[in-house]
């Protein structure tokens, strides 16, 4: 039974691009969640999805949006990248309404 | 609102003595609350959660944690440090009432001195 799975592991972008990460959830799980950590800072909720609709969103600029399908895997998209925007980009996929969610190894996210 | 506050940035301690990481929480509802490690180049694994039931709770690798209401604190422990215990420790709050977003406290930096 394979994890949380997100790609790519590593990617490099130029200011105001534009990026997509992907993430497939633990089997049989419902809900992902993304959040952003910032070298040295704990994880930051960006937003949620269940049922392919966000259902709750940290403080993240309209840059920051995301997309969940079908089958419950989602995309975090950022638009207009900023070096701020450099980060470990972490998914986490649960059950709507289990205290637990699982974590994948993320995406590090590098803006030169 | 909730919020985590992990009174240590970095903890040093040599092999084989006590580990103690401090953390403190805010939330306006009933939380869970959460302790993740975090070694190098790899994802958040879950040592222990606090859910309401007992105040004292087991982890793995050795961990555990007392829930302190009155006190707002919920401090992760261990007995006696290995060196494989060296890692980036987060304490993370959930309000029960507010869906799934888990609140990180800024971590706190475990190095284990042979």
């Known amino acids: 039974d394979a994890g949380v799975t997100q790609s790519p592991t590593h990617l490099i972008k130029t200011r105001g691009q534009q990026v997509t990460l992907r993430c497939s959830p633990k089997?049989?799980?419902?809900?992902v969640s993304w959040y952003q950590q910032a070298l040295g800072q704990g994880p930051q909720f960006i937003f949620q999805y269940y049922e392919e609709e966000e259902r709750q969103r940290g403080n993240f600029p309209d840059r920051f949006s995301g997309h969940q399908f079908p089958n419950y895997s989602s995309e975090l998209n950022v638009n207009a990248l900023l070096l701020g925007d450099s980060a470990l980009y972490l998914c986490a996929s649960s059950l709507q309404g289990a205290r637990r969610a699982f974590f994948g190894q993320g995406t590090r996210l590098t803006v030169v | 609102a909730q919020s985590v506050t992990q009174l240590d940035s970095h903890v040093s301690v040599s092999e084989g003595t006590p580990v103690l990481l401090r953390c403190n929480y805010s939330?306006?509802?009933?939380?869970?609350l959460f302790w993740y490690v975090q070694h190098p180049n790899k994802g958040l694994q879950l040592l222990l959660k606090y859910t309401s039931a007992a105040t004292l709770v087991k982890g793995i690798n050795g961990f555990e944690a007392e829930f302190k209401k009155s006190e707002t604190s919920f401090h992760l422990t261990k007995p006696s440090a290995h060196m494989s215990d060296a890692a980036e420790y987060f304490c993370v709050v959930k309000n029960n009432n507010a869906g799934n977003m888990l609140t990180f406290g800024g971590g706190t930096r475990l190095m284990v001195k042979p």
């Open positions: 939330s306006s509802y009933s939380p869970s």
């Open positions: 089997s049989g799980h419902d809900t």
